[in-house]
């Protein structure tokens, strides 16, 4: 677990509790060592987070507080909300109501100075009918990728010629208006960018493949110049 997804769930353990939390029970539920909550706990109290208490007594946080101002300052905020908006816009269905659903849970704990200026913000990515995203595809080529299902695609180059391809799929690319699917393509026996909008049909094969060191991911992306730690 990254350690700043600990601290969120620290602060989200303790929230809303009239009686103190032991650090022990907030280690069992995270799965980390007594030291470990006890240097995160110090480590929150020190950047402004509101947390009383002592070890081997328990902690909570001081009555009326919540996560507090801190933990997004103004910039960070505008930043989420236009985040979620392209993803909402460009990301497909499923994408889109995670960005949803995760602004109204960022919205419910914000203080009201920060919630309007995020809701003030002049950056948009309006959400028009007919796009790619709007047809699904993008929504099952993303399950594609995550259940490392095989897709049989019939694709269409730029003369308009169609080829049957049997892909892996590995990962979608955005490039500010367009998608591309990344793979590898066992007709060509090589790693293909393919675009979702030349995808004359797709048809699930039920087969699936595994994560191989030599034409997974990572080797994708050395592939096209990418560094895999860029993802």
């Given at each position: ?14 929230r809303g509790r009239r009686s103190a939390q032991p650090a022990r029970r907030i280690a069992e539920t995270l799965g980390v060592s007594l030291r470990t909550v006890y240097r995160d706990i110090a480590d929150l ?187």
């Amino acid at each position: 677990m990254r350690r700043a997804d600990r601290l969120f769930l620290i602060i989200h353990a303790l929230r809303g509790r009239r009686s103190a939390q032991p650090a022990r029970r907030i280690a069992e539920t995270l799965g980390v060592s007594l030291r470990t909550v006890y240097r995160d706990i110090a480590d929150l109290q020190l950047s402004g987070v509101p947390i009383e208490g002592e070890a081997g007594v328990g902690y909570v946080l001081r009555k009326g507080a919540d996560i507090p101002p801190l933990m997004f300052n103004a910039d960070e905020l505008e930043a989420l909300v236009v985040g979620t908006r392209f993803v909402r816009a460009f990301g497909g269905e499923r994408l889109g109501r995670g960005a949803r659903a995760a602004l109204l849970k960022i919205n419910a704990v914000l203080p009201p100075d920060l919630r309007e200026r995020g809701r003030r913000t002049r950056i948009f990515a309006p959400e028009l009918p007919n796009r790619i995203e709007a047809t699904g595809l993008i929504d099952r080529l993303h399950g594609a990728i995550q259940a490392r299902t095989v897709l049989l695609l019939d694709y269409r180059d730029q003369h308009e010629a169609v080829t049957r391809r049997e892909v892996e799929p590995l990962c979608l690319a955005f490039w500010g208006g367009s998608w591309t699917l990344g793979g590898w393509c066992r007709l060509r026996a090589d790693f293909r960018s393919f675009r979702p909008d030349r995808i004359a049909t797709l048809a699930e094969t039920g087969q699936s493949f595994e994560d191989d060191r030599t034409r997974g991911l990572e080797a994708y992306l050395r592939s096209v110049g990418a560094e895999p730690d860029e993802r």
